[in-house]
């Protein structure tokens, strides 16, 4: 399945290392689609915040925004698909004005509805109607919480930003999202504030949980410690740090051939703020389209099928360094 596009894609493969589809090839294996039961919905590429770390270049000044006629055909999409998960993104997805329509409408089609969110979008106190109709609808939030440090995440993130975090997740708590049993999900995303890859998951988990709850009385269900992927801004700030050589060469060197089975392209298809498809929302940053053909989300008469080919590039390793990102 991959050597048919592996010619298109070698031009954007890192010159300093094996291609990734080749090292694939020399573990006897190949990236192809599993069942695909989860719809990711990237809203917009603005964002309240310019994070240093984001891979799709995201910021105030961005004006994509998906209008409510491809929202509607996105609907229409779900409906005909069946996905078990809808996955909404941006950017700052609160920031789109559509998305109570987007949620509203999706929530009955699907048993699972999840909001990523910065948390500082969603709490600017304009907001509220949002909180209420997440928690009505019992929508899993995904939050991301990069360090614990406050200096750390405001010099990532933003001025102030660590503080309207941890405000925002008081909150949730507050309304019963994290707590066990309640069926309100809150899960938080850890990244690194550098050019190095993210400590033990499991590790980081207990320290976020302890920290977190002697220090602000909140609690979380899960923690997730991702890797940060060399694109977009990140990849701006690695060339102009002169990290970029070394940063790919650990993502390569951390290359773990188990974690291909479990890969999120397996069984996602991410839809762009336009209405395009992608195999996942990295390649959607790097404009690599789904399996390698620039397909609408209206020409779509169903999830990609099982077998289909993976667009591959080397933001890849990102995925398969240690644990792998699912
Ligand atoms: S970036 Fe990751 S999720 Fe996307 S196609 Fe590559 S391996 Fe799959």
Redesign the pocket.
Known sequence: MLNEHTSNISSIEHSGIEP?SRTLSRHGLQ?NRNNTHTLQVNLGIRCNQTCGHCHLNAGPGRKENMDPGIIREIISYAQRSKFETIDITGGAPELNPNIGMMIEEVFSLCPRIMLRSNLSALNDGRREYLFELLKAHRIVIVASFPSLNEAQTDSQRGDRIFQTTIDALKKLNAMGYGHEGSGLELSLVSNPTGAFLPPNQAQTEKRFRQVLKRKWGIVFNNLFNFAN?PLGRFRQWLVETNNLDNYMGKLYSSFNPCSVDG????SLVSVSWDGYLY??D??LARELFMGGHKIHVSEMSGPPPPHSH????D??Y???AGSG?T
């Open positions: 990734f990236l992927v890969l999120m392209c397996r195999d996942c990295f390649n993976i667009a591959t590039a933001h890849c990102t995925c398969t990102f």
